[in-house]
């Protein structure tokens, strides 16, 4: 019998999920997911070393059914205070209609699922990307409107989505998606006492952001953060410290909003040169 009463949720056992996991499961029960087994195991293990009690779930966030059934599975494990979604994957990991179903679909799904399971109070965090902030002439208002409020089972259903697009631009959409998702959702949240925000993250030291160097699109990237303010990659650390700020009581009014951990990169890439004050 476990000695804990609460319980975390990080949904992505990368990098980043890691870190969370770390920053936030001390002193209560952590419930892993993944929808690799390898990857799982290793994050379970690594926690484990470090004193953590681990639950490990294989999940598909792209199934309704699978996120359902591992969040009934958490809220069974005990009070759950703090859901973190960071399941995600990168344009060179997969086609545009896997990005839609993993990173636009998935994160739909863990609010729908988490929203009416956790306990008043608490805080659900999705994880989104500084490229949604970017997206730009990508997504009209009618399609904002549409990522926002469509039920789950028609979000998929738009003329702008194109699932045989190009998987930068579905990344970029799908982000988009995630931020104003979770402002919809506040209005969801509110009925039970659950907060929802989201943290999008800029060029993350990660091995997807890792991987993504070593594609085409790798100079791009590496322009992004040499023209940053703060001119490096960030850590997982970075985003997991945010991360609990939100979920902890000092955010108690902050919700339906999206944290930028970027480094100053949009406004690095915004405002490329300002002249110097005069003297």
Known sequence: MS????ALVV???GGMGLAIARRLGS?????LADYSQKALDTAAESLRDHGHEVEARIVD????ESVSELAKFAAATGQLNTVVNTAGISPHMGTAKQIYEIDLLGTAHVIDAF???MA???????????AGHMAGLAVSPELELHLATAPRDKLLDHPEIDPDGLPALAYSVAKKGNMVRVQAAARAGQRNGVRVNSVSPGVIATAMVRHELQTEGGAAIRGMIENSPIPRAGTADDVAN????????EACFIDGTDILVDGGGLAGYRFKAVPEASS
């Open 3 to 6: 000695a804990y009463r609460n």
């Open 11 to 13: 949904i992505g056992a």
């Open 27 to 31: 002193g209560q029960r952590v419930v």
């Open 61 to 64: 966030v792209s199934s309704y």
């Open 115 to 117: 929203v009416q399971v």
């Open 120 to 130: 008043p109070s608490s805080s659900l965090i999705c994880i989104a990307s500084l």
């Open 242 to 249: 945010v991360v609990a700020f939100l979920a902890s009581s």
